[in-house]
């Protein structure tokens, strides 16, 4: 079941808009599933969501709608070439394929994507494409296309478990001297992550901190796959050594691991450092209420026996 979406800030002016209006009801917190297309369903299942696309030019716009496959390659979920077809792309379909949009004008066609009853288990990648073309001057087709993802896993059940791990964090320096800590990540989970997150940085030289300094770009993983996020920091920060605190989130999966770094004095990188994960809050406060209820019930043994001594001796 799905239900329409907050409010959402506007298309951006001058160009081809598309956003997604509908989300999973029970996905109504999750970013991701509030961006893209992301649902795990049962082989014969049928679901339906709302899109906008719009038209922010002065000009008229014909636009066509219209699935496509794609795929996760070296971080980044890419698009394929044109129409091409995928499982996932041939199972997908619009109300309305062609649009001729007036200046500033929206339309809100709606995506199908219904799973043969023999379907494999496992995820699939396409992309919902909005793609609009006109000549310039010279004669050339300019082709300008805009989409959102869809990441739909298939089977029996619950979705799989989404979970990851950072295997490691590298200190470098880049070519102009700016510090940059690359975290090796791998997807230890059954579905696709986009990770991105932020870096801080505690107990450098004379107790300085710093941050948190967001990753450059999100990297997307599909499950199995091993990536990197880098993360570019102020060019002033001296060479360390530094507590690294990196916290990487896709979704609502969220993780937090610590290191000690240093970076080196001119470019290049140091030594990949292992890292240590860090307990979420709510885990901490969870064994701590716990460690306090164990206390309680040693201190109540503790004075029964006391009692039982008292009784015993008199």
């Keep these: 079941m799905a239900g329409p979406l907050p409010s959402q800030a506007p298309p951006a002016p001058g160009g081809l808009g598309v956003r997604l209006l509908e989300a999973p009801t029970s996905a109504r917190d999750d970013p991701r599933a509030r961006q893209y297309i992301v649902d795990h369903l049962a082989p014969g299942a049928v679901i339906h969501r709302r899109i906008e696309v719009s038209n922010t030019t002065a000009a008229p ?118 510090p940059v800590v690359t975290a090796q990540v791998h997807n230890t989970g059954g579905r696709a992550l986009d990770l991105a997150g932020t870096l801080s940085l505690s107990d450098g030289p004379g107790s300085l901190s710093a941050g948190p300094f967001p990753a450059q770009v999100a990297s997307t993983l599909a499950p199995g796959q091993s990536g990197t996020v880098n993360i570019a920091l102020d060019e002033q920060l001296p060479d360390g050594p530094w507590n690294a605190t990196i916290n990487l989130k896709s979704g609502l999966l969220e993780e937090n691991y610590q290191a000690r770094i240093q970076f080196p004095t001119g470019p290049g990188a140091g030594a990949p450092v292992g890292v240590q994960k860090m307990l979420g809050e709510h885990l901490g406060i969870l064994i701590g209420a716990l460690l306090l209820a164990l206390a309680a019930v040693a201190v109540v043994l503790l004075l029964r026996r006391r009692g039982k001594d008292g009784r015993h001796t008199a």
């Design 61 to 178: 716009m014909r636009v066509a709608v219209y699935p496509a496959a794609a795929g996760i390659t070296d971080g980044a979920l890419v698009g394929a070439v044109g129409r091409t077809a995928n499982d996932l792309s041939s199972w997908t379909t619009l109300d309305q394929g062609d649009l001729e949009l007036a200046p500033g004008a929206r339309a809100t066609p709606t995506v199908t994507v219904t799973v043969p009853a023999d379907a494999a288990p496992g995820e699939q990648y396409a992309v919902v494409w909005a793609e609009a073309s006109a000549p310039n001057p010279s004669g050339v087709t300019l082709v300008n296309r805009v989409g959102i993802r869809m990441y739909v896993s298939v089977g029996a059940g619950g979705a799989p478990a989404s979970s990851f791990s950072v295997d490691s964090l590298t200190a470098q320096r880049a070519p102009d001297g700016r």
